[in-house]
């Protein structure tokens, strides 16, 4: 069965851009635990939340979220 997962590019966005977690946390509204939580793929964000770090990074949500991974074939 494939197996997809999502991948981010949290960390190095956030190191081009010297920002800390607790400064990403707070432009989003959540806790430094769930973007630390997110940045490690323990925990995949909601639409909403992925496009607010995106939105928070001053980036596209394609450039900081991207599907490893196939389909199950049809």
Do not use: H, W
Not at 27 to 43: L, Y
């Amino acid at each position: 069965m494939p197996s997809i997962q999502l991948k981010n590019a949290i960390r190095r966005l956030r190191f081009e851009r010297n920002m800390t977690q607790e400064e990403l946390a707070l432009r989003t509204g959540v806790s430094r635990q769930t973007i630390m939580s997110i940045e490690r793929g323990r925990t995949n964000p909601s639409v909403l939340l992925a496009y607010k770090i995106a939105a928070a990074l001053g980036s596209d949500v394609t450039e900081v979220f991207m599907m490893e991974g196939k389909l199950a074939p049809v």
